[in-house]
T-cell receptor
């Protein structure tokens, strides 16, 4: 049984740029969700994908978008980066027995 | 809507002290309840969970009981260690239409254990 892997682990981008974060899904899990965790805060729900379709979204602007692939891996894309987008981005895959989180991608926008 | 309220930190204890971190929730239906732990510089790890009323989740000496009558899921440990220093998050998950499994999080409670 494989866990959830996120890449890259760390990333530095310039304001206005675009970024793509990647997440593999745990075997047997068909749902993936993304969270943003600012320093010292709890995770905030961005969106969730189930069988390649978005089926839930938090209070994030449209410049946050995603994809889920047939193998249930996923991407998070953020356009027009802002300084406040600096955070730890967490991916979680879930199935009938719970959630598995990746270690996160630390994004710094300068 | 669903929500989770955790006691504010930081909590500072001496080694071998008793730990309680309070968590209460508001939810429709019958959510599942979780405690996650985040060690410095790391991602989230599931510590324990309970899926129905009166269930007790336990792991690594930590326990929490799903109390529907008080809508609570307090985390306890009888004797903390320095290695337990971390941030602890209470969360709930409710199933709704479309198989949405969104986790609702508390704000986290930072625990520091001194030797």
């Amino acid at each position: 049984e494989t866990g959830v892997t996120q890449s890259p682990t760390h990333l530095i981008k310039t304001r206005g740029q675009q970024v793509t974060l990647r997440c593999s899904s745990q075997s047997g899990h068909n749902t993936v969700s993304w969270y943003q965790q600012a320093l010292g805060q709890g995770p905030q729900f961005i969106f969730q994908y189930y069988r390649e379709e978005e089926n839930g979204r938090g209070n994030f602007p449209p410049r946050f978008s995603g994809l889920q692939f047939p193998n249930y891996s996923s991407e998070l894309n953020v356009n027009a980066l802002e300084l406040d987008d600096s955070a730890l981005y967490l991916c979680a895959s879930s199935g009938d027995y719970g959630y598995t989180f990746g270690s996160g991608t630390r994004l710094t926008v300068v | 809507g669903n929500s989770v309220t955790q006691m504010e930190g930081p909590v500072t204890l001496s080694e071998e002290a008793f730990l309680t971190i309070n968590c209460t929730y508001t939810a429709t239906g019958y959510p599942s309840l979780f405690w996650y732990v985040q060690y410095p510089g790391e991602g989230l790890q599931l510590l324990l969970k309970a899926t129905k009323a009166d269930d007790k989740g336990s792991n690594k000496g930590f326990e929490a009981t799903y109390r529907k009558e008080t809508t609570s899921f307090h985390l306890e440990k009888g004797s903390v260690q320095v290695s337990d220093s971390a941030v602890y998050f209470c969360a709930l998950s409710g199933r709704n239409a479309g198989n949405n499994r969104k986790l609702i999080w508390g704000l986290g409670t930072s625990l520091a254990v001194n030797p």
